[in-house]
């Protein structure tokens, strides 16, 4: 079981949670799950095609996954993904 | 008994005299030679011959080694105007076996006379040593870094909620001259979190309200008001000049723009946004880490990109982004630490959590993996799906 980090703007989509537990051995079967949870999520986080969107940055532990292997990465019990889209706010 | 006259008409006598302009000459080969300033300490500061070394004539004979090791070397010494530095020659000559030693005929009035070069070394005043006593006391500042943030430009893009805290601890720290870029007038909604305005200054526009504010925490920084709105037309003016420009602004189009900007310029950029309880720093700094491209190729769609008038945010929060910003910013500017370079930090408040990422240069990024020069002013701030953003974003 890993942990996977929502950033606000997704909140929304996750009925406000900030951290959700997801099954998965690569980060693509994790994110998956997560989508299955909160199915709000997939078009935020996917095109159609299935890859990442691109303005969706997504983080294994401290470790950008388009360094790793992308969504094949493994990913391992305890875990961290982190999503980060871009904010802009300057309040 | 002889009087003071006489005895530097004497010494005179017994030691070589040589002309400022031969100095001057000498400045430009030294040829292992030494020219000492043997005034006291104050006359020192005030100006002198640059590269002089400076010995005291009152400690002479204890800190001349240190100044002029070889006695053999050429050994040049002037004072104001010729005398103590005859006193002294004969001295080093005389007594302490200086075997090539000179007086300079006339000393630094003479000098200054004829025209030539005098340095005038760098120094904090009374005022100024009182006032950042607690930076000098840290060696990562320091009087070298205290003297890089009075020399330093920093431009601030927004005095809102990012830039207030930001604006007042960089004027604190003594930045030399503090930019502002802000077309806004303050509004009484915005007090939950600009802490650099005030009730009484409601209507003003932003960058007046800001200088104020500068002003009544440190008086000796120069403010630089920019009261309009950067876009592609004016980014490139405004922008140049400054060392480090602090990012707070509200919307994705004007990011694009300043950060191919500031590539283009080679101006690190310390960047944050906010949004809620979260928010996010980095430190983009050209051709060293990532852009903001590199970390963000295309903003997201309208949905997902609210501003912080539309959704709200902690008041208290842009308070530790921005400070967090202005800390970067002293980073850079004097050189300590580690700026974030390459790294991006994640505040989350409610849970009080922070997340350091790794951020990686994209080999492909269209912006900054091109050389500055090839960057085009057409390209700078457009993204792909431009116009479909900005009617989305409405």
Request: proline fraction near 6%; aromatic fraction near 6%; hydrophobic fraction near 35%.
């Amino acid at each position: 079981m890993s942990t996977v980090k929502i950033p606000p703007v997704l909140r929304a989509s996750t009925g406000g949670e900030k951290e959700v537990s997801a099954e998965g051995d690569n980060v693509g079967e994790v994110l998956f799950s997560l989508a299955d949870q909160h199915p709000d999520t997939k078009g935020q986080l996917f095109g159609e095609d299935g890859t990442l969107n691109r303005y969706v940055n997504v983080y294994l532990n401290d470790e950008d996954v388009r360094v790793l292997d992308g969504l094949e990465t493994a990913v391992k019990g305890g875990d961290t993904l982190v999503i980060l889209p871009a904010m802009a706010g300057g309040g | 008994m002889a009087s003071g006259a006489d005895l530097i008409r004497r010494a005179k006598e017994q030691i070589t005299e040589v002309d400022p302009r031969e100095v001057n000459d000498l400045l430009a080969d030294r040829n292992g030679s030494v020219v000492v300033d043997v005034r006291e300490q104050q006359e020192f500061e005030e100006s002198h011959v640059p590269g002089a070394k400076h010995v005291p004539r009152g400690h002479l004979e204890s800190r001349i080694e240190g100044a002029a090791g070889d006695k053999s070397a050429r050994v040049v010494l002037y004072c104001a105007s010729g005398n103590r530095s005859a006193l002294a020659a004969r001295t080093l000559q005389e007594e302490l076996g200086y075997e090539n030693v000179e007086s300079m005929t006339g000393g630094i009035t003479l000098w200054k006379d004829r025209g030539f070069d005098v340095e005038v070394p760098r120094t904090l005043t009374a005022e100024q040593r009182e006032r950042y006593s607690r930076h000098l006391l840290v060696p990562e500042i320091g009087f070298e870094g205290q003297m890089k943030l009075l020399d330093a430009k920093v431009l601030l893009l927004g005095a809102g909620g990012l830039g207030s805290p930001t604006a007042l601890y960089l004027a604190a720290a003594g930045v030399g001259t503090i930019g502002i870029v802000d077309d806004d007038v303050v509004d009484l909604s915005n007090l939950q979190r600009q802490v650099i305005h005030t009730n009484d200054r409601i209507g003003e526009p932003k960058v007046d309200s800001a200088e104020q504010g500068i002003h009544d925490i440190n008086p000796g920084v120069e403010v630089v008001k920019y009261q309009t709105r950067l876009d592609a037309s004016n980014i490139m003016e405004i922008i140049e000049g400054y060392d480090v420009i602090v990012d707070g602004v509200d919307n994705f189009p004007t990011r694009y723009l300043l950060n191919d900007a500031s590539v283009r310029l080679k101006i690190p950029v310390v960047s944050a946004s906010i949004l809620g309880f979260d928010g996010q720093l980095s430190v983009f700094a050209p051709y060293e880490g990532p852009c903001y491209r590199c970390l963000y190729p295309t903003p997201p769609p309208a949905e997902l990109a609210p501003s912080c008038g539309a959704n709200g945010v902690l008041g208290a929060l842009p308070g530790v982004m921005g400070v967090l910003q202005a800390i970067e910013v002293v980073k850079l500017v004097t050189g300590s630490g580690d700026p974030m370079i390459g790294r991006l930090l994640l505040y989350e408040a409610l849970g009080t959590t922070f997340t350091n990422l790794k951020l990686r240069r994209d080999p492909d990024c269209p912006i900054c993996s091109r050389d500055p020069d090839e960057i085009s002013d057409e390209e700078m701030g457009v993204f792909p799906d431009y116009e479909a953003f900005c009617d989305g974003a409405g």
